[in-house]
């Protein structure tokens, strides 16, 4: 079911880009494609990365972010700076013009569209399916994840910029670290 639901939402969304371009449109349309979480355990391959949907590990919240508008962005553009969907809200008000007080996020469009350098953000996760709390905090290149279920604890750290899929924990070898990114 899983496949089969990916299978039609890729089919529909290149129906929907013919239909721009055919309608001659595309230069000043803006489509943007993205995921709130990871795949599901078990039914998504998610690569190299650890961990899946439900959970503040790569697998769980790293997601492709795809940008089209022919006229703005060149075709090819890639970037790896670190975002969040709510960076979009940003992104989207800036596009319209107004002006959001309070309003979280980078305008991560302008930084697609400019080609700027990277910035370093700092970033939280949360969820809960149950007994089960995941938290992570990203501090640049560096990550601290903790699940908790029931009275069981878990952490460790992660520098992302050598070890994407999690797997070298660093948390023993650097404790003030690992406290510091805790305490943000």
């Known amino acids: 079911t899983y496949v089969a639901m990916l299978e039609d939402l890729d089919s529909e969304v290149g129906r929907l880009l013919k239909s721009v371009d055919a309608a001659g449109i595309a230069d000043n349309t803006l489509v943007i494609f993205v995921s709130d979480n990871g795949g599901y355990a078990g039914a998504a391959h998610m690569g190299p990365l650890r961990g899946a949907k439900s959970t503040?590990?790569?697998?769980?919240?790293?997601?492709?972010?795809?940008?089209?508008?022919?006229?703005?962005?060149?075709?090819?553009?890639?970037?790896?700076?670190?975002?969040?969907?709510?960076?979009?809200?940003?992104?989207?008000?800036?596009?319209?013009?107004?002006?959001?007080?309070?309003?979280d996020g980078y305008d991560i469009v302008k930084h697609v569209m400019k080609r700027q350098r990277d910035v370093r953000r700092t970033l939280f996760w949360r969820g809960r399916r149950g007994e089960r709390i995941w938290r992570a905090v990203r501090d640049g290149d560096m990550k601290y994840v903790q699940k908790n279920e029931g009275s069981n604890s878990e952490a460790w750290m992660f520098n992302l910029a050598s070890d994407v899929g999690e797997t070298n924990d660093l948390f023993s070898k650097n404790p003030a670290e690992a406290k510091r990114l805790r305490g943000l």
């Open 56 to 103: 503040t590990l790569e697998g769980g919240i790293r997601v492709p972010l795809i940008i089209r508008w022919p006229k703005q962005i060149e075709a090819g553009t890639t970037s790896t700076q670190v975002c969040a969907t709510f960076d979009l809200t940003r992104s989207m008000a800036e596009l319209a013009g107004t002006q959001v007080q309070g309003l």
